[in-house]
DNA sequence: AGCCATTCCTATAACGTTATAGATTTGTGG
DNA sequence: CCACAAATCTATAACGTTATAGGAATGGCT
């Protein structure tokens, strides 16, 4: 209005080659570098006029705030950081969960840094390293503890934060899980309805949370359909396969052997599966096996498998939605989410007189 | 965004409360910001004893450089890119990946973002965004085609980069590859050195490169030993489990079936065994299967497969010291590498006269 | 004594951003 | 026509770092 508009529209020879910055689009509109600063956020004491023409030539070069100033100055670091435990991973689900979280974070300003810790380390370690060099604006922890002190650590100091999986520290944070007692549940009726008699779970290791979980929902669920079953817990999903495969081989050679096997893991499944027919025994006619899966593996092996699944994908989604809305101080969609798993994929019909 | 230092939890002096920098700790020496800085670079007009003092102070504050300011000033992101294809992702390596590329950054000042790309994505989306936005130092990423155009437009640019496989394109820059050729020849000598007559090939997609060296060295070195032999085309170990499945049944039941089929990946394994044994045929007796595992999970369901092992972490290691090295313009201890596989795990004895 | 090289340190500016306080113009009411 | 508010813009400083140029001592040499 008062800038006599002697016609800018500065032809930019070099300045084509230089990442634009808020100088160069100041020095295009001929306006200062904090009007172009406001008027990009669309301050409430710019002009509609001059907002648009900042907008318009800001797109037009193809501007993008540069990290490091924004960081510098605000403190925001625009990065998420997935602090990920390696101790369990033989085909577990971390791609995934990396994967959904990514893609939920897909359009918005942030990065993914990934943290795996390894068994040689303190678990705290890397969320001690984030927490003390702001590193991350937040954090996404996988593998929780019932009592679990990062979350304590991240909670005492107002660090944002979420976790895939629950603790049982009565903390109210974002977290998403899947209902391993619902599952477990779900899993028992389902080998009441094919008329299995004898029980036995192989349940994951007990320092987790959801090893509890699953543990209370088996047992109480068959305890409720009188149903004989047995816990093992001395071997436990996590184990290698061969002692998984012993464990069940053994427990199939006793007298009174099961007829159904409840498993945490695609793993456990397929050695508990290979203990029994290294006896001899036919799944989905001697035994049943009840797994619950977030790879559609089993099915391609032994198609009489039934798999309950479980959607990793959707916890990374949530997780994600979560955490940045706990970062931004705006209210989630939910901040705390539980996958209750209700569809068993039956697979083939049991083969019946089939040969061995 | 300063946290407002709402209750406190734990008092501290002012000077614990905020994180120290070069100006906190040129306090506590009594020296200047820059002689701090530059006695923390070592630089050579520093005295010694100034030095030894400015060290000491950082140590004891817990002096962590900034990124930020450092990024801003020097335009050094500390950042390594992991750009990685989400394409092919049953049970692909791609955490082990993760992990071994973290793994060799801990101690360095790299952080490593993950950026994957969907189906939906120009796969050139990701790169032109790190190299536009200056968001790295270094990209690494997987699933290099023959041609990439990937690689040409960083290479073009002078990007650092580093690639989980090769191309064909003629260009110098860090790999790492596992080496197909050597695979699939060691393999078709196992099957030879068993006795096995007709060989099976179930191959990567062509559109990859490994695909061709696998097919290749299968060929000649089948060739080679008067062995006759098929290369499925028409289904690729990426293929759905059923589509492998299908097509090793349908090879079973035709006149001249396979005795040694050579998978790619532990997906198409387990479906071609599932296949086989759908029509009675029995693993390490009537037939033999050869495949290439990172993840020791074949072992578990059939003790019978032959396994020559891929070790990705490796890959991720040498891929991660090769970037770094590029980076920061010092010569790699190597640039490129080639896993050149020599051991086969020959499983179980095969099960002669074992009930079916 | 004067000069110069050496050694060690410091002041300053800049990277790109945003918060703050203030400047300028225009409109309004008295 | 003047005070005063509203609307719109700008100047400045600061975040933490490092590169550059320069300054202050010290010692050695003529």
Redesign the interface.
């Known amino acids: 209005m008062r800038q006599p508009p002697e016609a800018p529209l500065v032809v930019l020879p070099d300045s084509e080659l230089e ?1 634009p910055t808020l100088k160069t689009i100041a020095a295009a509109t001929g306006l200062a570098i904090a009007t172009v600063s406001r008027a990009l956020k669309d301050a409430p004491d710019i002009g509609e006029e001059t907002k648009r023409r900042v907008r318009e030539t800001a797109a037009q070069l ?1 501007y ?1 705030p ?4 924004v ?2 100055r ?4 625009n ?1 998420i950081a ?1 602090v990920l435990s ?1 101790e369990t ?4 689900h ?2 995934r969960l ?2 959904s979280i ?2 939920a974070l897909r359009g918005t300003a942030y ?6 810790f ?1 068994p040689d380390q303190d678990p705290m370690e890397p969320i001690r390293y984030i927490v ?4 991350a604006d937040g954090v996404i922890l996988n593998q929780t503890k019932p009592d679990d002190p990062r979350v304590r650590y991240m909670k ?1 100091r ?1 660090f944002p934060f979420a976790t895939h999986g629950r603790t049982d520290m009565g903390i109210d944070h974002p977290y998403f899980d899947f209902d391993n007692e619902a599952f477990a549940r779900l899993a028992v009726r389902t080998f009441a309805e094919r008329g299995r008699k004898r029980l036995l779970l192989i349940a994951p290791p007990r320092s987790h949370l959801y090893a509890r979980h699953m543990t209370w929902g088996f047992s109480d669920e068959a305890a409720l359909l009188n149903l004989p079953f047995e816990v093992a817990d001395n071997v436990t999903s996590d184990s290698g ?2 002692v998984v ?1 012993e464990a069940v081989a053994t427990r199939f050679a006793a007298p009174n052997p099961p007829d159904g096997i409840l498993v945490g893991s695609t ?1 456990a499944a ?2 508990s ?2 203990g029994a027919e290294r006896l ?1 025994r036919v799944l989905g006619s001697d035994f049943d096996v009840v797994a619950k899966e977030a ?3 089993l ?5 009489q498998t039934i798999i309950i699944k479980e959607d990793v994908g959707r916890a990374g989604e949530f997780l994600a939605r979560a955490l940045v809305a706990e970062i931004e101080k705006r209210p989630p969609e939910a901040r705390q989410g539980l996958e209750n798993p209700t569809k068993v994929d039956w697979g083939d019909p049991p083969r019946t007189g089939e ?2």
Do not use: Q
């Open positions: 990442r193809g993008r540069n990290r490091a100033g960081r510098l605000t403190g925001k670091t990065v997935l390696t991973d033989v085909m577990n971390t791609s990396i994967y990514a893609n990065h993914m840094i990934v943290m795996p390894f003390e060099t702001e590193s005492d107002h396969g061969e495969d793993t397929m050695s599966i290979a001899g790879i559609a593996l099915r391609r092996f032994r198609r040969k061995t």
